[in-house]
């Protein structure tokens, strides 16, 4: 994570940087006060028309196309946990907040939580990190709408992204097969690791290492320009307007969907089945991610009769101990021991993010039907992280209410002016 020295050491005696990118200029401010300007190349970066790069306080606000300004936070000052408390939300209730900020009708006492709880981000209280899932999921929708919920998520994520839940998979397959073999001591994946501002960490598919810069810069200066084209990057594409839904994707994730409903339904009408459902989900959860356990086996130097022995005897309970894992687990078995529940394709998107958030985040405000099964599974497996259904609440809860004499105390949360 990047360091408060490293930011400063990148630009030094340097305390703002302001681009005009339609104007192809800019501006520089020193800490005694001066200013330097000068001409640059053109440099699309549509539809972000101007940026500013505050060194002291680690931050760029970009001025976007029909959205306006939006701050986002590039470094934190160490690389310790973030202290601030991390509040997930399921797209549904980034809706909700959008609805708040833009005068729909909605209940009035989710309306006021909304604009709680973008008054604690405004207080520096809370983070509302931004998933894989958010992006996908707001693909599918265009023109005023998407450009209402982006202006939203881009002001009140600041920059914040959950890592891949195909990223914290790996590695807590990696520590549990490094602790079986002895061979490897690596930890679970910390908070700040998961939750974080680091580029590219919505997606598992490209290494970090082969996604920084090589143009000889000084190692701070090319991870601060790393992280700026990343975000502007980011930011740029989730303010177009118009839906970009990949079909393949929404085929293949109603195949997944079916074939597991085919299972329940299966399940539910063979008595030997029913003998064996546990081995029989455990199985469907394993088959789903047999890829990432073959690499973390061989990398932790178990054999294939290792392997097998952990199957037979061990897999279960090393799978349930996982913070993650182990609570996609469990939902896929009450899921799938639940012949009535139809699956959806958006389904995979809810096992994969929110269970992963589950197992990390202070709070996750999900939606109601899958909420339940991770409530259950809570109850289970006892975990520090509540699992609420609607914004109001979570302000019911320790997490956010020792916040909320704070709020009071402040100005009232008032509607921002949307574009």
Known sequence: MLMTDDLSSAFPGISTIEVDYAGRQAELTLHDGRTVMFPMEHYDVSPILSSRLDITAKTLAMNIRAIG????????ATSDDEPRTIVYLDQLHWISLAKAMTGKSMPQEEKSAALQLTSLVDAGNIILPLSGAHAT???????????????????????????SPLSIRAAELRRMFGLKTGKSHSGLPTRSEVFTLEPRALWADTPAEAWLPRIGLPSALQDTLRRITWVQSLYAVLAEEAPSESKQGRDLAQQWAQSHYELALHMRGNSRAQLHKR?????????????????AAAASGMTAEQFYEWLQSDAEHDLTALPYLGRMREVIHHRL???????????????????????????????????????????????????????????????LARFSAEVAHSSSPTTPDLP
Do not use: H
């Open 279 to 295: 081995s029989l989900t455990r199985l469907r959860f394993l088959t789903d991610m047999q890829l990432d356990l073959a690499n």
């Open 337 to 399: 021991s639940n012949s009535q529940d139809k699956w959806e394709a958006n389904d995979l998107n809810d096992l994969l993010f929110l269970s992963c958030a589950a197992g990390y985040a202070d709070l996750v405000v999900s939606e109601k039907k899958f909420g339940g099964y991770l409530q259950r599974v809570n109850r289970q497996l006892g975990s520090p992280s509540p699992i609420v259904a609607n914004l109001s609440s979570a302000f019911k809860l320790e997490v």
């Open 69 to 76: 300004e939006v701050v986002v936070e590039i470094a934190v």
């Open 137 to 163: 999921e707001m693909a599918k929708a265009g023109g005023k709408w998407r450009r209402d919920l982006a202006t939203v998520m881009l002001r009140y994520s600041r920059g914040w992204q959950m890592l």
